[in-house]
């Protein structure tokens, strides 16, 4: 049985018992991360790397490695065993829902700590062969693999951005000596702070047990505040120190913290449709060709940025306000839940600015429109679902047609279109790779473009 059957089969058997399943998602929702193991043969490479390990170094690291591997295994055929044996056995149990469900589950929390302890002493094991210039850098290797190895476990917006990654995908490291180097400095032994807090606050909150029973009480909602709380002091550590650097980059420090927060604010800061039409203008051989053109469209798309901007800040803000609150609604709703209350459901008030965003994009693109005129608009990538529908009888229209505009600005024909005679559209046929898929479940909600 793999990983992934054993968690379906674990699951399966509380579902069949009717265990409030919903109730306890945060908890059930780590178990895919127990399943797997915490290093892997590629980080091997952060440790030769961090540490400059030298070749002898190298091959018992790797003999560490393959012990972990072992190890890691042979504890998860142990757990599987013991989880399989409780699934055969279940009738003897009786109708005891309470020992069935803490005999399924108590092996997977005691293999949630043995797996942190097999994290921990490979860690150790490689530390104990480095030489003492390499003991004097494993501070700083150690907060570097930290960073590595938890910041990937955010869950608020901006909470798993690695600046890092940043600098070095933007050839930014800083010199020794500088005020950069400084503030990063500063940002690590911070954030090295915050990360070892949250992580304390979060094994606190895995107790299996506690959540399948829905045993919510003040001391439970507490400790989940608390993570919350240490979730907030990573991410804001982490956005302050973007800030600062950004301000000591004076010639790349827009792009530097442009990058940093499209990172970690991906649903704020993504190209928008607007800003992909914008640049296929520029690339456009015709509008290149035309310099008074191309410096007008330039000029248009600075325009739009420039109120891009000021939406997208005001969306930064309030989705840093607003994560944190609907948090905190859900730990609420657990007390109300068992209380029976009804539950609270807030607003996200960030919509209607993803509202006006779509509506500003609408403006500035009938803009460039207007500017290049539809033939040219036509031509770009994109550009169909901007196109104004074609009047009735009009054959004179732009890449009119009637059934709608192609992006190349051809029509396309009813034939094309799949219309029957009588103008309706039918299915495509139900042949392989070619059947009309099924409807969606729900609505649209969510999309921001």
Aim: net charge negative.
């Amino acid at each position: 049985m793999t990983p992934t059957h054993l968690l379906h089969a674990s699951l399966s058997l509380l579902a069949a018992l009717s265990i409030g399943i919903a109730a306890t998602a945060q908890g059930l929702g780590s178990l895919p991360a127990i399943m797997k193991p915490e290093y892997f043969s590629r980080d091997l490479l952060l440790f030769i790397e961090g540490l400059n390990l030298t070749e002898e170094q190298q091959l018992i690291a790797e003999m560490i490695f393959d012990d972990y591997e072992r190890e890691f295994q042979e504890g998860l055929d142990g757990m599987e065993n013991q989880v399989t044996d409780v699934a055969n056995n279940v009738a003897e149990l009786g109708d005891d829902k309470d020992a069935i469900v803490k005999a399924v589950l108590a092996p997977i929390q005691g293999w949630a700590g043995q797996r942190d302890v097999l994290g921990l002493r490979l860690v150790e094991n490689i530390r104990v062969i480095l030489d003492p210039q390499q003991q004097s850098d494993w501070t700083a290797f150690n907060r570097r693999l930290d960073r590595e190895k938890r910041l990937p476990d955010g869950r608020l917006s901006g909470e798993n951005t690695n600046i890092d990654h940043v600098l070095r995908d933007l050839d930014l490291q800083p010199a020794a000596g500088t005020p950069l180097e400084e503030a990063k400095l500063q940002w690590e032994l911070a954030l090295h702070e915050a990360l070892i807090e949250r992580a304390e606050a979060t094994r606190q909150n895995f107790n299996l047990l506690e959540q399948i029973n829905n045993n919510t009480d003040e001391g439970d909602v507490q400790k989940r505040r608390q993570e919350l709380a240490a979730r907030i002091r990573v991410r804001d550590t982490t956005d302050a120190a973007i800030e600062e650097m950004a301000a000591l980059l004076p010639t790349h420090g827009d792009a530097f913290r442009r990058e940093a927060l499209k990172r970690g604010y991906a649903r704020v800061y993504r190209p928008t449709p607007a800003e992909r039409l914008f640049k296929a203008a520029m690339q456009n051989e015709t509008v290149r060709a035309d310099t008074s053109l191309l410096a007008a469209v330039e000029n248009l798309f600075a325009e739009y940025l420039a109120e891009l901007d000021v939406i997208n800040t005001v969306i930064l803000d309030l989705t840093r306000k607003w994560e944190p609150e609907l948090e905190e609604s859900k730990i609420q709703n657990r007390l109300r839940r068992l209380r029976g209350e009804t539950l609270d459901r807030p607003t996200d008030p960030t919509r209607e600015l993803y509202q006006q965003r779509r509506e500003l994009d609408a403006r500035y693109v009938e803009l460039l429109r207007d500017l290049l005129g539809l033939e040219l608009f036509s031509e770009l990538d994109g550009a169909s679902r901007y196109m104004p529908r074609p009047k009735p009888g009009d054959q004179d229209a732009v890449k009119g047609g009637p059934g709608g505009i192609r992006a190349t600005g051809k029509a396309s024909s009813p034939k094309e279109r799949g219309e029957t005679a009588s103008g309706k559209l039918t299915g495509p046929d139900k042949t392989f790779g070619n059947e009309r898929p099924p409807s969606p479940t729900g609505g649209s909600k969510g999309r921001d473009d």
